[in-house]
């Protein structure tokens, strides 16, 4: 005879949070990318809420964008959906969550902001993560310029600055 296994009790909480894996690709030399990792605490939020907090983007809407305007966006509105993380300086030091702005805007924005993005939609869906392949942040900070800072119309082309 087999035993019926004992599920745990599901508790409705107010203000639920979790802390989820998110994975940022960053470009190397040669034209690969290393995948790097933090762990963010996410709030769940109902559907409209989080239509409240994150705006609806179509494709020709994000096609018309200038990358500075696409990530000031995202530094607005990300930290209403992920308030926690365990990300690093170079030195080893936490980075305080309230920082998430100006990396959003920064020369790892559009990375970091892929990153978030996909974790909140795995959340949103239920979906599994997938562990990052290497725990910690990029080793390196870019060498020149901010990818914020780009005039390029298209936010989506694969152009670099």
């Not at 530094?75 to 969550?97: F, H, K, N, S, T």
Request: hydrophobic residues 40%.
């Amino acid at each position: 005879m087999t035993q019926k296994q004992v599920l745990p009790a599901f508790v409705l909480v107010s203000n639920p949070t979790v802390r989820w894996p998110v994975s940022v690709q960053v470009p190397v030399d040669g034209g690969a990318s290393t995948e790097y990792g933090f762990t963010g605490t996410f709030r769940v939020l109902s559907e409209s809420d989080l239509a409240a907090a994150l705006p609806a983007r179509t494709e020709e809407d994000l096609n018309k964008r200038k990358w500075v305007d696409v990530l000031a966006e995202n530094a607005e509105c990300l930290p209403r959906v992920m308030v926690g993380w365990d990300v690093l300086d170079p030195d080893g030091r936490p980075v305080p969550i309230e920082q998430l702005p100006a990396a959003l805007t920064g020369p790892h924005g559009k990375w970091l902001a892929a990153g978030i993005h996909q974790a909140i939609l795995q959340i949103r869906l239920g979906l599994p993560a997938r562990p990052p392949a290497i725990e910690g942040n990029s080793p390196t900070a870019p060498e020149s310029g901010s990818a914020a800072q780009s005039d390029d119309p298209d936010p989506m082309s694969s152009k670099t600055t």
